[in-house]
């Protein structure tokens, strides 16, 4: 038996984990995580056991990771590893009760489940190199959560792309080409966007006068202060969008979804409402003069 009290906080530690063999530190094992079982083994306040030969302190686990354990304990690195690699280093920190490697673990694991779902094929530095040429075609690319604010993407050709939470704020769209079909004139104005994909993404302030929408997903997407005046919005998902000073003036919203939409302020002067679904929408604050409301649904609507 041996009794590491007298030891110096910096002398030499040798560990057999399981069968592999490591040396390393008192001050690695007990600085960073003060808290763990590694730390309290090593904190001079317990009797522990070595081998006979050379002194090393056996720990009956799978040595597989702890190189991973102890590099995190000497620089706080996480490192890149398989999702089934990271379960087993998991299951080993929870046991040496290493809270923060715990905590860095699921972290990594939970923004590799985003990147995934995300899956985006290019960077916003990739795109401004691109439309710095002069055909530039996106056609069929996942763009899902890119930041394309205040870019100058006129004659863009972005058709089938996937634009799930893009952030199109500011942007310059003009002749941009969706779904195969070319729009006509300034920003989004007369655009074809039929069913195109906008989860989420933000359209803050663009121009979408005139554009086909019909049937387009604009769920969740930020859509304050837009234009769309005449637009085709028919059967549209705009379920909780963010309308706040929208103008959509005479744009046809037959069958649309408006379901816990935000419409503060929103002109819908003239507008197609007919079937459309607007269960849980306050339209007190709305200018709903002329506007066409035949068979909408307005279950819980606030007027």
């Given at each position: 038996m041996a009794d590491h009290s007298d030891s110096s906080s910096s002398s030499m530690v040798r560990l057999n984990i399981g069968g592999k063999k490591f040396c390393t530190t008192l001050d690695t094992l007990t600085q960073r995580e003060p808290d763990s079982m590694l730390a309290a083994m090593f904190s001079g306040r317990h009797t522990i056991c070595q081998e006979s030969e050379k002194g090393y302190i056996?720990?009956?686990?799978?040595?597989?990771?702890?190189?991973?354990?102890?590099?995190?304990l000497r620089d706080g690195e996480i490192p890149p590893l398989k999702d089934s690699e990271y379960a087993q280093l998991l299951r080993e920190a929870e046991y040496y009760q290493l809270l923060g490697l715990v905590d860095g673990v699921k972290t990594a694991l939970s923004k590799r489940k985003v990147d995934e779902e995300l899956g985006t094929e290019l960077t916003r530095i990739d795109i401004i190199k691109c439309i710095q040429s002069d055909r530039v075609r996106f056609r069929g690319i996942n763009l899902s959560g890119l930041d394309l604010s205040k870019l100058d993407l006129s004659?863009?050709?972005?058709?089938?792309?996937?634009?799930?939470?893009?952030?199109?704020?500011?942007?310059?769209?003009?002749?941009?080409?969706?779904?195969?079909?070319?729009?006509?004139?300034?920003?989004f104005h007369n655009a074809t966007l039929r069913e195109c994909e906008f989860t989420g993404a933000n359209l803050?302030?663009?121009?979408?006068?005139?554009?086909?929408?019909?049937s387009a997903n604009l769920q969740d997407a930020c859509l304050i202060g837009c234009s769309f005046c005449g637009a085709d919005l028919r059967s549209a998902h705009l379920q909780t969008a963010d309308l706040t000073n929208a103008?959509?003036?005479?744009?046809?919203?037959?069958?649309?979804?408006?379901?816990?939409?935000?419409?503060?302020?929103?002109?819908?002067?003239?507008?197609?409402?007919q079937r459309a679904y607007l269960r849980h929408v306050n339209l007190r604050d709305t200018h709903l003069e002329g506007a066409k409301l035949d068979g909408a649904n307005l279950l819980g609507a606030i007027r």
């Amino acid at each position: 038996m041996a009794d590491h009290s007298d030891s110096s906080s910096s002398s030499m530690v040798r560990l057999n984990i399981g069968g592999k063999k490591f040396c390393t530190t008192l001050d690695t094992l007990t600085q960073r995580e003060p808290d763990s079982m590694l730390a309290a083994m090593f904190s001079g306040r317990h009797t522990i056991c070595q081998e006979s030969e050379k002194g090393y302190i056996f720990v009956d686990r799978d040595g597989k990771h702890f190189r991973h354990i102890l590099n995190w304990l000497r620089d706080g690195e996480i490192p890149p590893l398989k999702d089934s690699e990271y379960a087993q280093l998991l299951r080993e920190a929870e046991y040496y009760q290493l809270l923060g490697l715990v905590d860095g673990v699921k972290t990594a694991l939970s923004k590799r489940k985003v990147d995934e779902e995300l899956g985006t094929e290019l960077t916003r530095i990739d795109i401004i190199k691109c439309i710095q040429s002069d055909r530039v075609r996106f056609r069929g690319i996942n763009l899902s959560g890119l930041d394309l604010s205040k870019l100058d993407l006129s004659f863009v050709d972005f058709s089938y792309a996937c634009l799930k939470t893009v952030f199109f704020s500011r942007a310059n769209l003009q002749c941009a080409k969706f779904r195969d079909v070319d729009a006509e004139a300034s920003i989004f104005h007369n655009a074809t966007l039929r069913e195109c994909e906008f989860t989420g993404a933000n359209l803050r302030g663009a121009v979408l006068a005139g554009a086909n929408l019909q049937s387009a997903n604009l769920q969740d997407a930020c859509l304050i202060g837009c234009s769309f005046c005449g637009a085709d919005l028919r059967s549209a998902h705009l379920q909780t969008a963010d309308l706040t000073n929208a103008n959509l003036e005479g744009a046809n919203l037959e069958g649309a979804n408006l379901k816990g939409a935000k419409l503060t302020n929103a002109n819908l002067k003239g507008a197609n409402l007919q079937r459309a679904y607007l269960r849980h929408v306050n339209l007190r604050d709305t200018h709903l003069e002329g506007a066409k409301l035949d068979g909408a649904n307005l279950l819980g609507a606030i007027r």
